[in-house]
């Protein structure tokens, strides 16, 4: 007798209808999941649903306010939505402004905008027309701004910027124990350095040996004042010693 395998059973009608019925709710349940995202790609994409409607300003802010930025962020245009919102644009308008060293930016959902902005500290005004901050980093903000914290002046050639003021720090510790505060410094296109301290005294360092030179005239200090004459200049551009011009005496009847 010959016997029959499960594989010579013909499937039964039931059999085929509950397999074409799962591959059928299969392919519905996928057409499903991209309908939704179609839907959800266009509802991303259309600006009218969450508009970004707030932009709010954070940081400790001296010499940007809160509505220098919103009015940089809205030269841009009318923000967009939560979704569409290009934050790198944003970003690149608020940097922009005179005073802003860094700028964070995030969209906080739903509707707002968060700004972060950091200032500069400026350290020194740079070629009487910029400033210069506490990393000698060169900015574009006027000097008048921080004119009441009468800053140093710093002057030198394009790129000499961190140079000069690391100079500066230098040689204002060595007159730290003497009343002469330095004005300003400058390095020329020469390579020589000369101060200039805040009662107007004009001193010449030259090209080498500068803190040695400036320790030279810290030591000879005493006794130039020892003379009771007013110093216009001292020019220590020698190996010793010192050349000290004088300021001519007021006469009487004179301002």
Do not use: C
Request: glycine share 6%; proline share 4%; no cysteine.
């Amino acid at each position: 007798m010959t016997q029959m395998t499960a594989e010579d059973v013909p499937a039964q009608p039931s059999m085929l209808k509950s397999h074409w019925g799962g591959l059928v709710f299969l392919v519905f349940v996928i057409l499903a999941i991209v309908w939704s995202m179609l839907r959800v790609l266009a509802w991303m994409g259309d600006e009218q649903q969450l508009p970004l409607s707030q932009i709010v300003v954070q940081g400790e802010l001296q010499h940007v306010s809160p509505t220098d930025v919103r009015n940089a962020v809205l030269t841009l245009g009318t923000l967009k939505s939560f979704m569409l919102q290009d934050v790198d644009t944003i970003h690149g308008a608020v940097a922009s402004l005179p005073w802003v060293a860094n700028v964070a930016i995030r969209k906080q959902w739903p509707d707002t905008l968060k700004v972060n902005v950091t200032e500069y500290q400026p350290e020194a005004v740079w070629n009487g027309s910029q400033l210069l901050d506490i990393h000698g980093v060169v900015f574009d903000a006027s000097p008048e701004d921080v004119k009441d914290r009468h800053l140093v002046s710093l002057h030198g050639p394009e790129g000499s910027e961190e140079e000069v003021l690391h100079v500066w720090r230098e040689l204002r510790d060595i007159l730290a124990s003497t009343d002469y505060k330095i004005a300003a410094l400058a390095l020329n296109e020469r390579r020589s350095w000369r101060i200039v301290t805040r009662d107007g005294v004009r001193i010449e360092l030259g090209r080498e040996s500068r803190n040695e030179r400036l320790q030279r005239f810290v030591a000879l200090i005493k006794d130039i004042n020892a003379t009771g004459r007013t110093i216009q200049y001292v020019d220590l551009r020698y190996d010793t010693g010192a050349a000290v011009g004088w300021k001519a005496p007021v006469q009487a009847g004179e301002e």
